[in-house]
C-alpha cells in the first residue's frame, strides 16, 4: 500500500502488517497517523490485510447501485476515523470483486463482516449505525 506524506508529498510503501500503525516517512521522518479511512480492497490487498492484520478488521461489503449502500458509507468511514489504530476499515466492491462476496456467503448488501486473525468473528446485512460497528470491532478487540 502506498501512503503519501502530507508534510513533503513523499510516496511511502507501507506494509500491510504496519497499515493501522503510525509510520514515519521516509524521507522527512514526519509521523503518518494510522490510516483512518475506508480502504478500498482488491483480493490481493483484502488477502494481504487478513494475513497481517493485528487489530480486527470491518468488511463493507457494497456496490455503486446500491443505495443502502450509498446510506451505510457515511456511518463506515465514522467507524474508520473513531478506530484508526484500533481495527481496520476495508470496503469491497462485489460488482468488481464477486469472489471475495462469496468467499463470506454475501447474498445481500450492504453486508459487514468482521474478522479478527484472518477468521469471521460477526456478520450481518444492512444499514446500521457507526456506533454498532464499532461495538462489533471492540467486541472482537479491537483496544
Same mark, same amino acid.
Given at each position: 500500500?502506498?501512503?503519501?506524506?502530507?508534510?513533503?508529498?513523499?510516496?511511502?510503501?507501507?506494509?500491510?502488517?504496519?497499515?493501522?500503525?503510525?509510520?514515519?516517512?521516509?524521507?522527512?521522518?514526519?509521523? @503518518?497517523?494510522?490510516?483512518?479511512?475506508?480502504?478500498?480492497?482488491?483480493?490481493?490487498?483484502? =488477502?494481504?490485510? @487478513?494475513?497481517?492484520?493485528?487489530?480486527?478488521?470491518?468488511? =463493507?461489503?457494497?456496490?455503486?447501485?446500491? +443505495?443502502?449502500?450509498?446510506?451505510?458509507?457515511?456511518?463506515?468511514?465514522?467507524?474508520?476515523?473513531?478506530?484508526?489504530?484500533?481495527?481496520?476499515?476495508?470496503?469491497? =466492491? &462485489?460488482?468488481?470483486?464477486? =469472489? @471475495?462476496?462469496?468467499?463470506?456467503?454475501?447474498?445481500?448488501?450492504?453486508?459487514?463482516?468482521?474478522?479478527?486473525?484472518?477468521?469471521?468473528?460477526?456478520?450481518?446485512?444492512?444499514?446500521?449505525?457507526?456506533?454498532?460497528? &464499532?461495538?462489533? @470491532?471492540?467486541?472482537? +478487540?479491537?483496544?
Amino acid at each position: 500500500m502506498i501512503r503519501t506524506c502530507a508534510a513533503c508529498g513523499q510516496k511511502n510503501r507501507v506494509r500491510p502488517e504496519n497499515i493501522s500503525n503510525t509510520i514515519r516517512c521516509g524521507k522527512c521522518k514526519t509521523p @503518518l497517523p494510522p490510516i483512518a479511512e475506508p480502504i478500498e480492497a482488491d483480493g490481493p490487498l483484502f =488477502d494481504d490485510v @487478513l494475513k497481517s492484520a493485528k487489530v480486527p478488521v470491518l468488511v =463493507d461489503f457494497w456496490a455503486a447501485w446500491c +443505495g443502502p449502500c450509498g446510506m451505510a458509507a457515511p456511518e463506515v468511514a465514522r467507524v474508520a476515523q473513531t478506530m484508526a489504530g484500533r481495527a481496520l476499515v476495508l470496503k469491497v =466492491d &462485489t460488482e468488481s470483486h464477486p =469472489d @471475495l462476496a462469496a468467499r463470506y456467503g454475501v447474498q445481500g448488501i450492504p453486508n459487514f463482516v468482521v474478522l479478527k486473525d484472518g477468521l469471521p468473528v460477526f456478520q450481518q446485512a444492512g444499514v446500521v449505525p457507526a456506533a454498532e460497528m &464499532t461495538k462489533w @470491532l471492540e467486541t472482537a +478487540g479491537a483496544r
